[in-house]
């Protein structure tokens, strides 16, 4: 296997691993097994990114916040992927736009904190930083970084995208299955009963497809790729590999992989670790960047100018949006660059209940979206998808939606390990609202 060396840059948000030797044996072992994805795949996601940031398709990406070793069940891998495919069909068939589905799943192990101890009655403890560094549990045993938990991840990851690529490939993703990724506590919502009179119009249209002799492949599974944030480079960078038909490096841990707000640095190793591989990348992008930080981005990541290879991910705030997006916007206008415009209405929406509990409320998330299509068709450049932080389950985590969860609730179901997702009810509530402004957007 050929050996990659890396340039030695400062890297933001690294845990400070106790035993050298043993993370150079984690990280051994890593190179030494297969790729999680081949790059040919990577390449394809690439060319349907680029469709999309010409405005022929629409991204959808979900998952948790943080993945967990623990939540990585049968039932709640296949609870997300169902929320991610009828979110996808409600924005097909209510936008007649083709979606490329992207979880943040099978890899989104590792987590950026704001601080790197936690202090509880006195004790102070290193924080968090996901399940590929540490456990949650507040004891010094369980918070000290430990590397094997590398290797776990990898595992947990394969695992994962076995079974996702059983569900999409064999059977389970048949447009056909179009009413049964409806049952449970979701059919009984609005957005629940809504998508079941929407299902049935598509089973009357698959019915009239078939009885003229019609029976495409393509409704027979679903293209379904894996994304996480390029956080852990203790992680990705035994998982980059020689393409051997090119020559070209690409990060096989994921299809795409994305650099956080805090760690976006364009002297950094982050950067520069991505600006090496050729998986189709994105850069979270807050409030405070500057439109010489996207031109340095756009030279740094893409100066192939190669349409699909860069995204941005604004995650603003619905309060900003309006304002500061069409200022980035405007410099990319003044390159010839082809950059994918993503919105995550999660991340600049968050606040604090007076429970204590982080949470985000639903409507923020869709006054943000709104925001951005707004920007978008006021600029006259194409709404590129959406990012979102959502479960299958049945959780009370952010606020709001029909029928839904208030602040007394949020208690009874909290069950992330970091950031308040949508679930399933609230992220089909969202998809219904997006299909409407993307099927009125231009
Ligand atoms: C995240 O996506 O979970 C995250 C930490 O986002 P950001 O980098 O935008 O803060
Ligand atoms: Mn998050």
């Not at 399940?131 to 949650?136: E, I, K, R, S, Y």
């Not at 990705?236 to 650099?259: C, I």
């Not at 925001?371 to 299958?392: N, R």
């Amino acid at each position: 296997m050929t050996k990659i060396s890396w340039p030695d840059l400062p890297a933001a948000q690294q845990p400070v691993w106790p035993d050298a030797g043993e993370l150079k044996r984690a990280q051994e072992i890593l190179a030494s097994l297969p790729p999680l994805v081949f790059a040919g795949e990577c390449d394809e996601l690439k060319t349907r990114l680029g469709a999309a940031s010409l405005g022929n398709a629409f991204v959808l990406m979900g998952g948790d916040c943080a993945e967990t070793f623990v939540a990585n069940t049968a039932d709640s891998i296949r609870a997300r992927l169902k929320t991610v495919l009828q979110m996808a069909i409600v924005l097909t068939y209510g936008a007649s736009t083709p979606v490329v589905k992207i979880g943040r799943i099978a890899g989104q192990y590792g987590k950026p904190r704001s601080s790197p101890d936690e202090t509880i009655d006195g004790v102070s403890l290193p924080s968090y930083r996901g399940d590929a560094v540490n456990g949650l549990d507040f004891t010094l045993e369980s918070r000290t970084p430990n590397p094997m938990r590398l290797v776990d991840t990898y595992n947990a990851s394969v695992a994962t995208l076995n079974l996702v690529r059983a569900f999409t490939q064999g059977g389970y993703a048949d447009l056909r299955q179009v009413h049964s990724w409806n049952q449970d506590f979701v059919s009984e919502s609005a957005p629940g009963i809504r998508y079941e009179q929407m299902a049935a119009e598509i089973d009357r249209a698959l019915s009239f497809m078939t009885a003229c002799g019609a029976d495409p492949e393509e409704f027979k599974r679903a293209d379904f790729y894996a994304s996480h944030e390029a956080l852990l480079l203790d992680y990705e960078k035994p998982l980059t590999r020689v393409d051997s038909r090119t020559g070209n490096l690409y990060d096989v841990s994921g299809h795409f992989v994305w650099v956080g707000e805090r760690t976006r640095d364009i002297a950094g190793a982050h950067i520069d670790f991505v600006s090496k591989i050729s998986n189709p990348i994105g850069v979270k992008i807050g409030p405070k960047t500057s439109a010489n930080d996207i031109l340095e981005l756009l030279k740094k990541l893409d100066p192939n100018k190669v349409p699909g290879r860069l995204m941005f991910i604004t995650r603003m705030g619905a309060k900003n949006i309006r304002e500061i997006l069409p200022s980035l916007i405007a410099a990319v206008q003044e390159t010839d660059h082809p950059v994918l415009w993503v919105c995550d209405p999660m991340h600049g929406n968050t606040l604090e209940a007076a429970s204590g509990h982080k949470t985000r409320l639903l409507d923020d998330v869709i006054d943000e979206v709104r925001g951005f299509f707004e920007v978008h068709k006021s600029m006259g450049t194409h709404p590129g998808g959406i990012h979102i932080e959502l479960t299958g389950d049945d959780v009370t985590e952010c606020l709001g939606g029909i029928g839904g969860v208030s602040e007394s609730d949020l208690p009874f179901r909290y069950e992330t390990a970091c950031d308040p997702r949508l679930n399933r009810v609230q992220s089909l509530d969202l998809a219904f609202q997006v299909a409407d402004m993307l099927g009125q957007r231009s």
